[in-house]
């Protein structure tokens, strides 16, 4: 007797503090419940043969209610119930993840000559992301970057990138990224508010960050994809050398376009190689 159901999302992830309340016909509660680790309602509490309403409630999901029939025997078995992210954007479970720098593109483009674009990237980098597990605005994410790993195809661009000029690898040597909020910016797209510290400096950054989706891997594992976007002025960190060439064209353009494709493996480690 009693009440089974299972609370997932659209992805099929356990919903694990989803809430389950019983009505009868007159609308007075005859049953609450939660969820368990795994999603799962199991509940023994004897309910007369009728009809009820089942109303599933989750913080961060858009509620839902639906029509249950108890039979003789005073069991209601719900089945699956699917809950939706509000404001329609899904995000891959809750808990830890790491970045999989080998799987992950962290670049920057700049303008040239005012004509075309040079792109670099950092090839040392480490970040970790958190998706709270009831209000997803609360999820974060902490990355570290090594500025000497800096690579752009061109061994004299990126040694003059690493001095005092740009980066300044030897006095800074981390620059780090972490997240201060998280707005929904519509469906599967959000916006991270964080803060920036490059060159010892520490400014307000956005990210515009795009849910791609989640998945196994051919390891064992499940990975979660990303793909973000922000602009930074470089001269709010105090990079401010630049060549003047004729006609007033700056050899280099003072706005970089940061562009993130990432992969993150659900856990708090990346499993051992």
Known sequence: MGLTARIRTRDGWAVSHAIVTVTDMTGTQVL???ADPEGVVRDTTALAAGAYTVIVTAVGYAPVASSALVTASGRAEVGTVTLARQGGAELPPPGPWTVDPAHSTVGAVAQHLG??????????????????????????VEAVIRAASI??????????????????????????????GLTAAGPDR???????????????VDLDLAYLGTGADPWGGTRAAFRATA??????????????????????????KVELDVQA?????LPQA
């Open 265 to 269: 493996v659900q856990g708090a480690s």
């Open 151 to 180: 690579d752009t195809g061109n061994s004299m661009r990126d040694t003059h990138l690493r001095s005092a000029d740009f980066l300044d690898v030897e006095t800074y040597p981390e620059i780090t990224y972490r997240s201060t």
């Open 115 to 140: 004509i075309s674009s040079v792109r670099g990237r950092f090839t040392d980098f480490s970040a970790r992301v958190e998706i709270s597990p009831h209000d997803v605005t609360e999820s974060r």
């Open 231 to 256: 602009d930074l002025d470089r001269e709010d960190f105090a990079m401010n050398y630049n060549q003047i060439l004729q006609a007033g064209i700056a050899a280099i353009g003072t706005t970089l």
């Open 190 to 204: 959000w916006t991270v508010h964080g803060d920036l510290t490059l060159r010892g400096i520490a400014r307000p």
């Open 32 to 34: 609450r419940a939660e």
